[in-house]
């Protein structure tokens, strides 16, 4: 065999775009602001050979893998109490008061003249 016909990683058929498409993978994982920013993340290839009886041929297999960054956690606070019967849990203190941020209904005032009521009045 000349050494133009040995196999290599460069013309290995389908490495390079399932090598690409878990790169892009990690690139992703990588941005995301749900990942932890410095946690590892990984590309594997794996070329599996399974040759024959008679050792002349072999069957090929490659696969892309990529091992991604876990979501963080998202923390939260759980109020744990008893109702009386049985114990309960809620996302809210209960002990906090509701606030109501609702903005109440302005009465105008007698002496006070809207811009759109005087504009009216004008054109009559």
């Known amino acids: 065999m000349s050494e133009q016909e040995f196999l290599s990683l460069s013309n290995l058929a389908g490495a390079e775009e399932l090598f690409n498409q878990e790169l892009e993978k990690v690139l992703a994982d990588i941005l995301d602001p749900n990942k932890k920013a410095d946690a590892v993340r990984s590309v ?3 070329y599996t050979i399974k040759p024959n009886e008679e050792r002349d041929t072999a069957a ?3 696969k892309a893998s ?3 960054a876990a979501r963080t956690a998202h923390k939260s606070r759980l109020y744990v109490g008893h109702d009386g019967k049985k114990a309960v ?3 809210d203190d209960p ?3 509701n606030l109501d941020f609702s903005k109440p209904e302005a ?3 007698e002496n006070v003249t809207s811009i759109n009521q ?3 009045n004008e054109k009559k």
Do not use: H, M, V
């Open 89 to 91: 849990a809620a996302q």
């Open 60 to 62: 090929t297999e490659i």
């Open 118 to 120: 005087k504009k009216e």
């Open 44 to 46: 594997t290839l794996t």
């Open 95 to 97: 002990r906090q008061r």
């Open 66 to 68: 990529s091992k991604l």
């Open 107 to 109: 009465e105008e005032p």
